[in-house]
């Protein structure tokens, strides 16, 4: 079913091609499906592909709440040349040897777990309000600090050449070219991330996402509001409770958790609630109302 010229709300699954930026699918469903408020969770570099998460119209606002970690993301690593962006798009910097197998896989368990990664030099990180990828064009390097991440595993999925394919599963932030980048000094070489195409975040998977054609037909599908926090505990309200989060008023807790999804009788998201203590009684205390007091 088209959905041209309606009013959206929900989460639109896209698979990004190489090229465009992930601001210019976003430019692009703003237009095929011709509603203003659009939104995505989670940039991709231009040459990367995969799962680009857009959230439409009311439920951009539920960005705060998503669960969209962890990433998943299939990755070629090429050994032997580091560039000045970490990856394939960049000029070569330094040339190595290419490295024992045994090197790169000591080397992978180094960069797993909680990380401080250093920032890629073209990236749109900020020193004293400059941003990095600015400044390196102009030849300057400005001082990264580094960023906290983690990488919960990677999983080789072939070795050829001077490449290797691999999974990384890690938390968002993470820079998987400079992960290439690290790679390559760890294991006594040189090394730049040479494809990316993410498969997964959070809940949401690139083989239930839709192509660009599909976009610009408007042939798509919307999921509702509510799959974009489906991590969160679903609490159902009935009409008394339904008339008070719709103003604004807390309703009694009766699931655990410190937040939750309020829905009506239909299953749809009205709410994402905070839990409260009022006398000793749990409550739900709405922080981002969806609806419209009738």
Partial sequence: MSTRNLTLDGVLLVDKPAGPTSHDVVALVRRALGTRRVGHAGTLDPFATGLLVVLLGRATRLLPYMDAEPKVYEATVRFGTATNTDDVTGEPIAQAPLPERESVERAMRELTGELLQRPPAFSAKQVGGRRSYAAARRGEQLE????RVVVHR?????WRGD????????SGGTYVRALARDLGERSGSAAHLAALRRSSSGPFDVRDAAVLDDVVTGEVKVLPPADAVRSLPAERLDEAELAMVLHGRSVAARLPGERAALLDSNGELVAVAARTDADGEARWQPRLVLRDAS
């Fill in 144 to 147: 990264l600090e580094p960023v």
């Fill in 154 to 158: 990677w999983e080789v999925r072939a």
């Fill in 163 to 170: 490449e290797i394919d691999v999974v990384v599963t890690c």
